[in-house]
Nanobody
Framework: VQLQASGGGLVQAGGSLRLSCAAS????????MGWYRQAPGKQRDLVAN???????DYADSVKGRFTISRDSAKTAVYLQMNSLKPEDTAVYYC?????????WGQGTQVTVSS
């Protein structure tokens, strides 16, 4: 399984970005896809994920600002980020979990200037 993330960049506070992640390889119908982020000197934390039944979970810090979605084939996941804040600055990683195995994308940098 390979995950290819894209869409990061530099944006001013209050702006928006959309991250995309495409999965390839042996993708099973029952999986969880999501996004994590890691700021310098901090641990990698969950931002949002979406289950195969469509249930979504968000970190409290992004609720109401970020929206996660996926395509019908369950091989791509997106993260719409609005009202971005400087504290959202981090490397964002795409994640796929299936059959007890976690796969990670290469990470994409999101930088929010004040």
């Amino acid at each position: 399984v390979q995950l290819q993330a894209s869409g990061g960049g530099l944006v001013q506070a209050g702006g928006s970005l959309r991250l995309s992640c495409a999965a390839s390889g042996s993708i099973y119908d029952f999986n969880i896809m999501g996004w994590y982020r890691q700021a310098p000197g901090k641990q990698r934390d969950l931002v949002a994920n979406i289950l195969n039944n469509g249930r979504v979970d968000y970190a409290d810090s992004v609720k109401g600002r970020f929206t996660i979605s996926r395509d019908s084939a369950k091989t791509a996941v997106y993260l719409q980020m609005n009202s971005l804040k400087p504290e959202d600055t981090a490397v964002y990683y795409c994640n796929l979990q299936q059959h007890g195995v976690a796969y990670w994308g290469q990470g994409t940098q999101v930088t929010v200037s004040s």
